[in-house]
């Protein structure tokens, strides 16, 4: 089941203007069916936009050469969820503490006889993906036939997907458990299943369709201000040193778009990714190295210290560092912090515009951000349009 994976720029955007040319007029009535890998009737690219490899403004962009917004109103709101639900936990982030306390990782899942979901434990493992329709079967089977906890799936989820991101996954598998939207949860029907996956697979009679109870929390916090109170504006800084990190693989080029002069270095701590199965770590190191290979002058960077002196050594009178959201923790550690302050280093964490315009709508549901959708593509000049999608 391995499918090959692309780990440069030029190669992904070729293929993703393919799936346009393709694929994306019938997504809004394709998306849906999990037909098996390559899953050419969805785009593949959560893993490169979760590390903003390529970034959504860019993917927009580029959807609009071969049509009218409007006619892609489903595939720009799915690219907006996940602004939203990165948006929704930074005003909830206590949401991502509770599930955090669960360290355990579980094993592979044992075949369990129902053919579905041990296709699907397979998929994931051997390649990293799995369709965002088997992500909700799989959860909710996880939880309602096989009563696992939640959290353990998640931390599943979290070692082998490619695209792992703390939003959408947590607040994915609440959301199948019941607990995002309370009193709903999504149930994984057998019929359902049959039709969706073109009858690849039916397990009738095999899942509970009966749900009696449902988890239940309650949380006594205040929801917080998605956006930080003062952001960093780009100007003429002197001498910037940018860092990319796998939350922002090509930051660099909203400075190189400003015609600002600046350093740049690649951050990878290995301390991090401890709990990351080996593809996704053989991934990240493919990416790195394509953008190591990319980019003229670029330094590699391993860990703090080196950080450091890479700093002193340019001379670097800004250090600009990707705004991390909850749970993307890379260099925002109270431990790291104290040593750049040590050190003198004048660091800001940068939030692209992209993030710092939506997030102030998402603390509600998404019903209610996605109506500011229009504004946000006017504000990000991907298209200018007055009404609706
Ligand atoms: C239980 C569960 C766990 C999930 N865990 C993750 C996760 O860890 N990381 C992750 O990126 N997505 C997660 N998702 C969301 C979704 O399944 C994937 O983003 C999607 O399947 C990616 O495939 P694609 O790029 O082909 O999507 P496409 O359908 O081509 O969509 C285009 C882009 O829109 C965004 N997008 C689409 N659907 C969603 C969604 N439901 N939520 C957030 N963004 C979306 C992605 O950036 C995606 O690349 C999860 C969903 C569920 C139900």
């Known amino acids: 089941m391995k499918t090959k994976l692309i780990t440069n720029r030029e190669d992904l955007i070729q293929k993703f203007e393919y799936f346009c040319k393709k694929h994306l007029r019938n997504y809004a009535s394709k998306r849906n069916f999990d037909l098996g890998p390559p899953h050419k009737n969805v785009s593949n690219l959560s893993p490169y936009i979760k590390r903003r490899f390529v970034d959504e403004n860019e993917i927009l962009k580029i959807s609009t050469k ?72 799989y959860a909710s089977i996880w939880i309602f036939t096989l009563n696992k906890p939640w959290k353990l799936g998640a931390n599943f989820f979290k070692k082998h997907l490619l695209d792992w991101c703390p939003a959408s996954n947590t607040l994915g598998w609440r959301w199948v458990a019941g607990l995002q939207t309370v009193g709903k949860y999504y149930l994984a029907r057998a019929e359902n299943i049959n039709f969706y996956t073109n009858k690849r697979f039916n397990p009738k009679n095999q899942l509970n369709e009966n749900i009696q109870t449902i988890a239940s929390e309650s949380f006594d916090e205040k929801v917080l201000n998605p956006v930080p109170d003062k952001f960093l504006e780009i100007k003429n800084f002197y001498n910037p040193g940018v860092v990319l990190t796998n939350n922002d693989l090509t930051i660099n080029n909203v400075f190189a778009e400003k015609k600002i002069d600046f350093k740049s270095c690649i951050f990878t701590d290995s301390n991090n990714e401890n709990f990351k199965s080996e593809l996704v770590l053989n991934f990240e190191k493919k990416l790195t190295e394509n953008i190591f290979k990319t980019i003229n002058d670029i330094k590699l960077i391993s860990n703090l210290n080196e950080l450091i002196s890479w700093v002193k050594r340019e001379k670097i009178k800004n250090l600009i560092i990707p705004y991390e959201t909850v749970g993307n923790n890379i260099l925002n550690k109270k431990s790291f912090l104290y040593k750049l302050n040590e050190e003198n280093i004048n660091y800001n964490f940068y939030i692209r515009d992209w993030d710092r315009l939506a997030y102030p709508y998402a603390t509600k549901g998404f019903f209610n951000f996605k109506k500011k959708i229009p504004d946000l593509l006017k504000l990000n000049e991907i298209v200018d349009i007055d009404k609706g999608l």
Request: hydrophobic share 35%; net charge neutral; aromatic share 22%.
């Open 66 to 137: 071969y049509f009218n917004i409007q006619k892609i109103e489903k595939f720009v709101q799915e690219i907006f969820w996940r602004t939203y639900w990165k948006g929704w936990l930074e005003s909830h982030p206590w949401i991502f503490r509770d599930y955090e306390n669960e360290k355990k990782y579980p094993e592979i899942p044992k075949r369990t006889g129902i053919k579905c979901f041990d296709h699907w434990t397979e998929e994931l493992v051997e390649t990293g993906y799995l369709h965002n329709h088997a992500r909700m079967w």
